[in-house]
């Protein structure tokens, strides 16, 4: 019989918490779901722990393709899934016992929502709770909140399966903001909420994003928030032919619809040499930085301070100024040590 609800998780190399993640989707209250648990060419033995799960549990269905990341692994479970709403839960996360119920019985009684998230608890490696993350559940506040950022927890988001892939589901151009790209795309076409309590645990651990990766997914949420913009306007999708994510050093990004973020990551890029010729896409976009832009400029423009081989001078000058309007404290300290230090 087809499930109700198909849970879908991607998993690379993630045998830590896989265990944890998987035993709390076992456990819902709600049974009638499928469990589609696709591996992304795992190689730490992730692999043999998926088999065991689905020789335990008839609802466990494996996928498995070589590594292709996040997005393809996210829209194969998509096409696999049978269940009319689609739940997503990360493989270090773990969802309470009342999730699924109490999202599906929300969604059944509002036909009009395509997307509902939760608020979720933080735990620290050991399952610890550590604190909390409490998205917005007003709706005009959600609708204020995800115009300038993310505002659902991708681990505790459930959607209707025809509505995501009516829109075509995540999309790889927007790489490590590839959840707010659809999100933003199912505000468009329908309803979306979170609910105030704490349906899963979201685990904060020692794998971050690395600076590159911050970089990028700050760059894919402008190139989302530009996407909308265009959508908005009645003229189309204007990220519509991107089948990758944009290189902001290629010629072709500087008459893109994107053209006015190029210049400030270039600036951010740590991979690539940079100079004082990009300073100025800071300067002109200083009260236009959202918060991880901004924090992101002001620590690449205090190592480009400490790398200037040079007397102290007008571009020092410069530097300094425009740290000072992103962290007034951090410009005061590098002015008292010196700018040699």
């Known amino acids: 019989m087809t499930p109700v609800i198909s849970v879908i998780m991607p998993v690379r190399n993630g045998a830590e918490w896989l265990g944890e993640a998987v035993a709390s989707v076992r456990a819902q209250e709600f049974g009638d779901f499928e469990f589609l648990i696709v591996d992304d060419g795992s190689d730490d033995g992730t692999a043999g722990m998926l088999a065991e799960f689905a020789d335990a549990d008839h609802r466990i269905r494996i996928l498995h393709q070589r590594p292709q990341g996040i997005v393809t692994a996210l829209n ?34 509002h036909e009009e929502i395509g997307l509902i998230g939760s608020a979720a608890e933080k735990i620290d490696a050991a399952g610890r709770v550590i604190g909390r993350l409490a998205p917005p559940t007003d709706g005009a506040r959600l609708a204020r909140a995800l115009e300038r950022n993310n505002p659902f927890i991708h681990s505790s988001v459930m959607m209707r399966a025809a509505a995501v892939r009516g829109l075509g589901g995540y999309r790889a151009a927007f790489r490590a903001a590839e959840d707010y790209d659809l999100w933003l795309r199912m505000s468009e076409a329908g309803g979306v909420a979170n609910l105030a309590d704490d349906l899963i645990q979201y685990r904060q ?4 994003l690395s600076r590159r990766d911050a970089i990028r997914q700050a760059f894919s949420v402008r190139l989302a928030q530009r996407s909308a913009a265009g959508r908005r306007t009645g003229a189309g999708d204007p990220a519509g032919n991107l089948t990758a994510p944009p290189d902001w050093w290629a010629a072709e990004a500087e008459t893109s619809f994107y053209a006015a973020d190029v210049g400030l990551y270039r600036l951010l890029d740590s991979d690539r040499p940079r100079g004082p010729r990009y300073i100025g896409a800071v300067q002109d976009r200083l009260f236009d930085l959202n918060h991880v832009e901004r924090r992101l400029a002001q620590s690449r423009l205090q190592t480009m301070l400490r790398e200037i081989d040079a007397p102290i001078g007008p571009l020092h000058l410069r530097i300094l100024m425009l740290i000072a309007v992103l962290h007034p404290a951090r410009a005061l300290g590098f002015a008292w040590r010196g700018t040699s230090a």
Do not use: C, T, V, W
């Open 76 to 109: 194969n479970a998509i096409a696999a899934a049978r269940a009319p709403y689609l739940a997503r839960l990360d493989a270090d996360d773990r969802a309470k016992p009342d999730r699924l119920r109490r999202q599906l019985a929300f969604m059944e009684a």
């Open 205 to 208: 651990h020692g794998s971050n």
